[in-house]
């Protein structure tokens, strides 16, 4: 009887401690999901890398179109953050109850540019050139999907050349597609990201476009409702408008729209 007594003791003190080390393993064994726009891949995986370390959560994330990336959650994937290069996704996301209130943040902005090979002789100084002759085939997001896409379509719109330059359009399915063709030499040009540009050593700008020629072109980043880690995603979130983290976008050419002193 006092062996059993005692066997059962150790049981009752082994679950305990079985318990105590796999709450002790939790962090460790956590993964956060972020869903992010496809111009936010190499800026985003440098952070993840870095949160990683800080905190002990793994970061795992899925890049595309920013759209795709919408229907993705209101077909019920699993995210915890979403990315957008675009407040339209969220606008929408919101519509549906689907984002956790008062999550948001507009944390970057980014520059529209028209962009060639870097070896191309074309010179612009106006992009009244995109409906010459001299420009037979034109790169830009599908405006429908991509929000670089959207926001080329809206300057092409105000600048009063979509309907002359839409014969010449070649339509990518994200940014970064959308670069690969004028870095393959496949078009004479493509509009898309100034943080594009920067990480392709064989594009250049030609042109920048004014802020005035297209809505703002603002990154939020917010927590999905049905998130079971909403307080790592909130502090996900918080860790991207670090000094840390802005020191990172700002590299990779983004603008940082807030920073908090903390590293």
């Given at each position: 009887?006092l062996?059993?007594?005692k066997?059962?003791?150790?049981?009752?003190?082994?679950?305990?401690?079985?318990?105590?080390?796999g709450?002790?393993?939790?962090?460790?064994?956590?993964?956060?999901r972020?869903?992010?726009?496809m111009?936010?891949?190499?800026?985003?995986?440098?952070?993840?890398e870095?949160?990683?370390?800080?905190h002990?959560?793994?970061?795992?994330?899925?890049?595309?179109?920013s759209?795709?990336?919408?229907?993705q959650?209101?077909?019920g994937a699993?995210?915890?953050?979403?990315?957008?290069?675009?407040?339209?996704?969220?606008t929408?996301?919101e519509t549906?109850?689907?984002?956790?209130t008062?999550?948001?943040?507009d944390i970057?902005?980014?520059?529209?540019?028209?962009?060639?090979?870097?070896?191309?002789?074309?010179?612009?100084?106006?992009v009244?050139?995109?409906?010459?002759?001299?420009?037979?085939?034109?790169?830009?997001?599908q405006?429908?999907i991509?929000?670089?896409?959207?926001y080329?379509?809206?300057?092409?719109?105000?600048?009063?050349?979509?309907e002359?330059?839409?014969?010449?359009?070649v339509?990518?399915?994200?940014?970064?597609?959308?670069?690969?063709?004028?870095?393959?030499?496949?078009?004479?040009?493509a509009?898309v990201y100034?943080?594009?540009?920067?990480?392709?050593?064989?594009?250049?700008?030609?042109?920048?476009?004014?802020?005035?020629?297209h809505?703002?072109?603002?990154?939020?980043?917010?927590?999905?409702?049905?998130s079971?880690q909403?307080?790592l995603?909130?502090?996900?979130?918080?860790?991207?408008?670090?000094?840390?983290?802005?020191?990172?976008?700002?590299?990779?050419?983004?603008?940082?729209?807030?920073?908090?002193?903390?590293?």
């Amino acid at each position: 009887m006092l062996q059993n007594v005692k066997f059962d003791t150790f049981i009752a003190y082994m679950l305990i401690f079985a318990a105590f080390v796999g709450c002790g393993q939790t962090q460790k064994d956590l993964e956060l999901r972020v869903f992010g726009a496809m111009s936010l891949t190499d800026a985003l995986t440098e952070i993840g890398e870095q949160f990683t370390t800080k905190h002990g959560v793994q970061v795992s994330y899925n890049f595309a179109a920013s759209s795709t990336l919408q229907r993705q959650i209101e077909k019920g994937a699993s995210a915890d953050v979403f990315i957008s290069a675009s407040p339209q996704q969220i606008t929408a996301l919101e519509t549906r109850d689907m984002l956790e209130t008062d999550s948001r943040y507009d944390i970057l902005s980014n520059q529209l540019v028209l962009a060639s090979h870097k070896n191309a002789v074309l010179s612009v100084e106006t992009v009244d050139i995109l409906a010459d002759d001299v420009v037979s085939r034109i790169a830009i997001g599908q405006p429908e999907i991509v929000p670089a896409g959207t926001y080329a379509k809206e300057a092409l719109i105000r600048l009063g050349l979509w309907e002359k330059v839409h014969p010449k359009l070649v339509f990518g399915t994200d940014v970064r597609s959308t670069l690969a063709y004028v870095s393959a030499g496949n078009v004479d040009v493509a509009i898309v990201y100034q943080t594009d540009v920067t990480l392709n050593k064989n594009v250049k700008v030609l042109y920048e476009f004014s802020t005035e020629t297209h809505s703002p072109i603002v990154y939020p980043a917010v927590v999905l409702k049905n998130s079971k880690q909403k307080q790592l995603a909130q502090q996900f979130i918080v860790y991207l408008k670090t000094s840390r983290a802005a020191e990172i976008f700002k590299k990779h050419g983004f603008t940082s729209l807030i920073s908090d002193s903390g590293k």
